[in-house]
């Protein structure tokens, strides 16, 4: 799925809107908290609270915290 069709999808289902962070199209929920988005490698982060939803993302063949390019990943990313 490309970004455009995911960020039509989500949108439709969720009160979120497409914005920018750190440059890069992002997610964002009506407070502006970032909740996804589109890194320059073309991969998605998204942000998830929950611990076990995390570690579950975290087990798909690919999948690894988001480290903008600091050497350290974002806690719940």
């Known amino acids: 799925m490309e970004w455009d069709e995911l960020v039509a999808s989500v949108t439709a289902r969720y009160p979120v809107h497409e914005s920018k962070m750190f440059g890069m199209p992002c997610l964002k929920r009506e407070s502006g908290k ?5 890194w320059k ?12 939803q995390r570690e579950a993302a975290l087990a ?4 690894e ?11 719940e990313w």
């Open 34 to 38: 970032v909740v996804a988005g589109l």
């Open 41 to 52: 490698d073309g991969g998605v982060n998204v942000k998830l609270t929950d611990e076990a």
């Open 60 to 63: 798909i063949p690919g999948a």
């Open 65 to 75: 915290p988001f480290d903008p390019g600091m050497g350290r990943p974002m806690r």
